[in-house]
């Protein structure tokens, strides 16, 4: 058999060797001056330890061995360090991806004697929280000090911090910032236009000159502070001619289990319209992967429209990104528009262009003082 | 640095990296932050061996007697200069 038809077969796939437990969407970001409690109502959708520990031990089975804890604030859940045990016994190499908030020493001790690997610290801050945090001593102290305790415990301090065009122009504070923190790498990452981001996007997407002005800046910093610190910096994929391999394909090696039980093939993927995505607590994990059609709607290629059909690069990138494609295409099977041999390319080019045109029009407000991103906000 | 391996090194896989069999793929896997690797059979005949206790030539003495070979110090020095650029590896005192 040729490779092309072999390609063509929806074949069965491998394991799902990236699990993401997505373990609450309570975030105490949205009170942590005000030490309100949380949000109580929500956690009767959440999970119950037992059956996150059931979906660890079956995922792993199948093959699972990359575990991502996120959120929300992960650290909002008590069993936290229940889960990390369970997954360590199992073999998963367990990342915490957290805002920190919440992270005491008790805490930490209590994880790292659980068997946790790894630790990002992120900032996936609106503006207003970013620049709160960028001025105010208190909350800069409240993460040097999580910054200080991850380094206790030896583990790297990795530093995410998520980019728009509102912080963009900001990246040297967040790089100084970052130097004082002590971290070892860091990740700038564009926004990606999903959800609510989808709807704020031209209030999100920087400019042309924006990126370009904020990767100088960048590359700058890289220079002077050398091996001490790695930064990558990911740039938005609306300003390129091709798409991304989105998760390697839909259901091929990623699965997201939301805080209800929802499994998905990328978080992202419930905004997929006419797709029923199930949910552990009526299926196992190995009936998700391998046999629901939510997870085998986009595997092989018989799903393609043209061009990607006839394309000579989709076993490079798969025609990208299904969410995309259904957001600005209305169709999830067509072309992710970022492609410049889609026919709908010229929406993703209009967004940029007025990206362009508006951040011009605001860039004084957002650059005179911090507070005026604010207001934007 | 990182060039420095030699006979006399001890090299042992590098903090925040873990070594396992995954039986699921059939393979050794090196695993990461948020990353993961594919060994092939030699890399893991290599790096399975890589202790923080064995010397380079322990090692290379151990995988000629495995595999009845001779010859093999060039090329498994050319794959710890890898590795440990890559921090797969770090050399113990
Ligand atoms: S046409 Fe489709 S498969 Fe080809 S490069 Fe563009 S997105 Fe990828
Ligand atoms: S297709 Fe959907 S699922 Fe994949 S990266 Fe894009 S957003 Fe995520």
Known sequence: ?377 | MMGEVNAASRPAIGSGFRLQWESAQNAHVLLYPEGMVKLNASAAAILTRCDGVRTVEDIVADLERAFSVNGLGRDVLAFLGLALERHWLELRP
């Open chain 1, 1 to 377: 058999m040729s490779e092309r038809e072999q390609a063509a077969l929806p074949r069965r796939p491998g394991p799902p060797l990236w699990l993401l437990l997505e373990l609450t969407y309570r975030c105490p970001l949205h009170c942590v001056f005000c030490y309100n409690p949380t949000d109580f109502s929500s956690i009767g959708c959440e999970l119950e330890t037992a059956q996150w520990l059931r979906v660890l031990r079956e995922a792993r089975a199948l093959g699972a061995v990359q575990l991502g804890l996120s959120g929300g604030e992960p650290l909002a859940r008590e069993d936290l360090e229940t889960v990390v045990a369970e997954a360590h016994r199992l073999g998963f190499y367990t990342n915490l991806i957290t805002s920190g908030i919440g992270l005491t020493e008790q805490r930490l001790g209590a994880l790292k004697d659980a068997g946790l690997d790894h630790i990002q610290l992120s900032f996936q801050d609106s503006t207003r929280r970013l620049n709160d945090f960028l001025s105010s001593t208190r909350t800069f102290e409240l993460k040097s000090r999580v910054a200080a305790l991850i380094k206790k415990y030896r583990y790297p301090m990795v530093l995410n911090v998520v980019i728009h065009r509102l912080n963009i122009d900001h990246i040297d504070d967040i790089l100084v910032m970052a130097e004082r923190m002590g971290a070892e790498y860091v990740e700038l990452a564009n926004t990606q236009y999903y959800g609510w981001a989808w709807l704020n996007r031209t209030h999100l997407l920087p400019s042309r000159e924006q990126l370009r002005r904020a990767e100088d800046v960048t590359q700058r910093f890289r220079q002077r502070v050398g091996s001490r610190m790695r930064i990558f910096f990911v740039v938005p994929d609306y300003f390129e001619t091709r798409p991304k391999p989105c998760m390697n394909g839909l259901g091929q090696v990623f699965l997201a289990v939301a805080p209800d039980g929802v499994a998905l093939p990328c978080h992202a993927a419930r905004t997929l319209p006419g797709v029923i995505f199930p949910n552990v607590r009526e299926m196992s994990i190995g009936a998700i992967w391998y046999d629901s059609p939510a997870f085998n709607r986009y595997r092989g290629e018989a799903w393609m429209k043209d061009p990607c059909r006839s394309c000579p690069e989709r076993a490079r990138d798969f025609g990208g990104c299904r969410c995309q494609a259904y957001l600005l295409t209305g169709d999830a099977a067509n072309a992710d528009p970022v492609c410049d041999r889609s026919p709908h390319h010229h929406l993703v080019s209009r967004i940029v262009e007025q990206a362009n045109l508006a951040a011009g029009a605001e860039q004084p407000l957002v650059f005179r003082d911090h507070r005026g991103a604010a207001v934007a906000d």
